[in-house]
């Protein structure tokens, strides 16, 4: 079965500081896709990144970065120099593949705080 | 280019009554998703729509909701009568097509059932 669990809840830090979010998924499937999207205040979820289950490499978008690591099932989010504005609840999910409905299975969320 | 658009944005009812969510999605995007998200959960697929047919409703609790999309653009989400349990955020996104394309969401419509 499929299931994605982010077992930080809530996270604090202050402004400048490094954090990681944590991501781990459960799926039989050999291809699939992992997802990160970003829900600030507003309610609307805003896409970050998909990586297929074939590409391992790291990606770097800014203060942004993915560490995906099929050995130990895990796609974690590490926000570099962090800042207010990166308050918000960040889900992680999964679609696999051969279901082909793109369905995403999402983790619980894990809630950052920014501190200034 | 627009994003997917919703409405209302909040809605507050009480139990029993019945109540309409509206979906406008990214203009050429074929698949159309409902999902509920419940305070402090992730969000989960309700019904999923590719043009206007249906994909996947198998979470959906046919008793009281129901959803269409008549021309394959607008979607609406019904749900009568309404349960306490039912108040939560409910999702539209939208992507290209099926399959594990990458899904754009709207703002949401917050319905509270008193």
């Known amino acids: 079965a499929q299931k994605v669990t982010q077992a930080q809840t809530e996270i604090s830090v202050v402004e400048k500081e490094d954090v990681t979010l944590d991501c781990v998924y459960e799926?039989?499937?050999?291809?699939?896709?992992l997802f990160w999207y970003k829900q600030p205040p507003s309610g609307e979820l805003v896409f970050l990144i998909r990586r297929n289950s074939f590409d391992e490499q790291n990606e770097i978008s800014g203060r942004y970065s993915w560490n995906f690591q099929k050995s130990t099932s895990s796609f974690n989010f590490t926000i570099t120099a962090s800042q207010v504005v990166d308050s918000a609840v960040y889900f992680c999910a999964l679609s696999e593949a051969v279901s082909n409905t793109g369905k995403l299975i999402f983790g619980q969320g894990t809630t950052l705080q920014v501190k200034p | 280019e627009a994003g997917v658009a919703q409405s209302p944005r909040y809605k507050i009812i009480e139990k029993r009554q019945s109540v309409a969510f509206w979906c406008n999605p990214i203009s050429g995007h074929a698949t159309l998703y409902w999902y509920q998200q419940i305070l402090g959960q992730g969000p989960k697929l309700l019904i999923q729509?590719?043009?206007?047919?249906?994909?996947?409703d198998s979470q959906l609790p046919k008793d009281r909701f129901s959803a269409e999309r008549l021309k394959g653009v607008d979607s609406t989400l019904k749900i009568q009568p309404a349960k306490l349990e039912d108040s939560a955020v409910y999702l539209c996104?939208?992507?290209?097509?099926?399959?594990?394309?990458?899904?754009?969401f709207g703002p949401g419509t917050r319905l509270l059932v008193l």
């Open positions: 729509f590719q043009n206007n047919g249906v994909v996947d």
């Open positions: 996104a939208s992507s290209l097509s099926t399959g594990p394309e990458t899904q754009y």
């Open positions: 799926t039989r499937d050999t291809t699939y896709y």
